[in-house]
């Protein structure tokens, strides 16, 4: 059996945690981000801000400031990834999963699958923004030089 570089072991036990704990980042950030938004237009947080496709949109300003809400989380969960996931090469999938649920968890919420186009929009950017910056991060700290020479030399 050689050694590898980085070998990867197959843990599913840690995927699991892993997977938890970006979702819960996920809920915990965003609603810290609509906290803060709702501040500033004096408004009190609901579940609907989170969960109700039909707030996300264009036309009013709390919309537009719970779409500034999900861009600033996907911001804030790119650190995550860096933090607790430190592979760029799974970036892209922990992303789409914490995205998925976030979909299954609006489907059930809404009693139906979500329809509106600004919904669809502000989610994909959110996956694509996570994930690039994620991966530029992970791969910022892979790819770091490992120092070879740090021990003392001895005089031959």
């Not at 299954?104 to 699958?113: D, K, P, R």
């Not at 669809?120 to 991966?135: F, Q």
């Amino acid at each position: 059996m050689g050694s590898h570089f980085r070998s990867y072991i197959w843990d599913p036990v840690l995927i699991v945690f892993q997977i938890v704990l970006m979702q819960c980042i996920y809920y915990s950030f965003l609603g810290l981000w609509l906290a803060g938004v709702d501040s500033l237009v004096q408004r009190r947080s609901s579940l609907d801000q989170i969960f109700s496709y039909e707030i996300l949109g264009f036309a009013s300003i709390l919309g537009r400031l719970s779409m500034m809400a999900f861009v600033l989380n996907s911001l804030t969960c790119a650190l995550g990834l860096w933090f607790f996931i430190r592979r760029g090469k799974q970036c892209l999938d922990f992303t789409v999963t914490v995205h998925f649920f976030h979909l299954i968890a609006c489907w059930i919420y809404n009693s139906h699958f979500p329809s509106t186009l600004a919904w669809w929009l502000i989610n994909l950017a959110c996956v694509a923004l996570m994930a690039v910056i994620g991966e530029y991060l992970c791969m910022r700290t892979e790819l770091r030089a490992i120092p070879v020479n740090s021990g003392p030399k001895s005089n031959l």
